[in-house]
């Protein structure tokens, strides 16, 4: 089972070393998936009470959001195997052309760190055929042939 984490981008006090930070620690400790929220709009006069609760306040934290996208786009960058993806994001507040531009940057942003994810791990191969003789060096090179497939 991969657990995931929504990424922190609510409120003020988030910026751009502390969610690198968290996101490079959430590959570290094995997390499978690293989540965005879209939150555009806070209510100054809500009617009714947040998440459909009479008299439950709005979070303050909801006034200052990250935009997801972009925070997205980071996080794919920053790391290399967690898959990254949105909870929420409302696709017709959004120009098509702009959208489909801000969802490619995602998408290049993936492939870029898996290309370096598989480089590293070439690199580990052909170090490993070198070093070790014997069948553990061509075990090494087998894997490395098995993975060039995925570039």
Request: charged residues 20%; hydrophobic residues 40%.
């Amino acid at each position: 089972m991969q657990i995931g984490l929504c990424l922190p981008q609510l409120g003020g006090y988030v910026d751009r070393d502390g969610l690198r930070a968290f996101c490079e620690q959430a590959e570290e400790l094995g997390y499978g998936s690293l989540w965005v929220q879209e939150h555009i709009f806070y209510p100054l006069h809500p009617v009714s009470g947040y998440s459909a609760r009479p008299g439950l306040k709005v979070p303050d934290a909801y006034r200052s959001t990250l935009a997801a996208l972009e925070t997205l786009t980071a996080a794919a960058a920053w790391t290399t195997r967690p898959v990254v993806g949105t909870s929420i994001l409302v696709a017709g507040l959004h120009r098509p052309v702009a959208l489909a531009q801000q969802l490619q940057a995602v998408e290049s942003a993936i492939m870029n760190a898996k290309k370096a994810l598989i480089h590293d791990h070439i690199d580990h191969c052909l170090d490993q055929s070198i070093k070790v003789p014997g069948r553990k060096g061509n075990a090494a090179l087998r894997e490395f042939r098995a993975v060039t497939k995925y570039l």
